[in-house]
Protein backbone atom coordinates (compact mmCIF):
# COMPACT_ATOMS: atom_id res chain seq x y z
CA UNK A 1 0.00 0.00 0.00
CA UNK A 2 2.99 2.46 0.95
CA UNK A 3 4.47 1.77 -2.77
CA UNK A 4 0.89 2.56 -4.33
CA UNK A 5 0.09 5.40 -1.99
CA UNK A 6 3.23 7.46 -1.52
CA UNK A 7 5.95 6.38 -4.04
CA UNK A 8 8.76 9.05 -2.75
CA UNK A 9 9.62 9.28 0.55
CA UNK A 10 10.64 12.64 2.23
CA UNK A 11 13.65 11.23 4.04
CA UNK A 12 15.88 8.37 5.01
CA UNK A 13 18.01 7.52 8.14
CA UNK A 14 19.98 4.90 9.51
CA UNK A 15 18.37 2.46 10.92
CA UNK A 16 18.91 1.95 14.74
CA UNK A 17 19.69 -1.69 14.07
CA UNK A 18 22.42 -2.31 11.97
CA UNK A 19 21.63 -5.74 10.24
CA UNK A 20 24.17 -7.10 7.25
CA UNK A 21 22.07 -5.70 4.07
CA UNK A 22 19.58 -3.66 6.47
CA UNK A 23 18.05 -0.66 3.76
CA UNK A 24 17.82 2.92 5.16
CA UNK A 25 14.67 3.55 6.43
CA UNK A 26 12.26 5.97 4.53
CA UNK A 27 10.07 8.47 6.31
CA UNK A 28 7.43 10.49 5.48
CA UNK A 29 5.60 13.33 6.42
CA UNK A 30 2.69 12.86 8.75
CA UNK A 31 0.28 15.68 6.57
CA UNK A 32 0.89 13.42 3.78
CA UNK A 33 -0.14 10.46 5.17
CA UNK A 34 -3.17 11.43 7.07
CA UNK A 35 -3.98 12.99 3.33
CA UNK A 36 -3.62 9.59 2.00
CA UNK A 37 -5.61 8.26 4.77
CA UNK A 38 -8.58 10.12 3.78
CA UNK A 39 -8.24 9.14 0.23
CA UNK A 40 -11.24 6.67 -1.34
CA UNK A 41 -8.29 4.74 -2.92
CA UNK A 42 -6.76 4.17 0.62
CA UNK A 43 -10.16 2.60 1.78
CA UNK A 44 -10.11 0.44 -1.57
CA UNK A 45 -6.81 -0.55 -0.04
CA UNK A 46 -7.56 -1.37 3.11
CA UNK A 47 -10.45 -3.55 2.50
CA UNK A 48 -8.88 -6.00 0.36
CA UNK A 49 -6.25 -6.16 2.87
CA UNK A 50 -8.77 -6.93 5.53
CA UNK A 51 -10.43 -9.45 3.03
CA UNK A 52 -6.73 -10.91 2.49
CA UNK A 53 -6.02 -11.57 5.89
CA UNK A 54 -9.82 -13.40 6.61
CA UNK A 55 -8.17 -15.74 4.20
CA UNK A 56 -5.54 -16.46 5.37
CA UNK A 57 -6.61 -17.10 8.58
CA UNK A 58 -8.97 -19.23 7.01
CA UNK A 59 -6.36 -21.29 5.13
CA UNK A 60 -4.48 -21.16 8.65
CA UNK A 61 -7.39 -23.02 10.30
CA UNK A 62 -8.45 -25.80 7.76
CA UNK A 63 -4.81 -26.55 7.68
CA UNK A 64 -4.46 -27.48 11.07
CA UNK A 65 -7.68 -29.36 10.93
Known amino acids: MIAALLPRH???RTAYVRLPGSAQVKLYLRTR???VELSEEFLIYQEKAAKAKVRR???AR???Q
Open 57 to 59: GSA
Open 10 to 12: DAA
Open 33 to 35: VEE
Open 62 to 64: TAQ
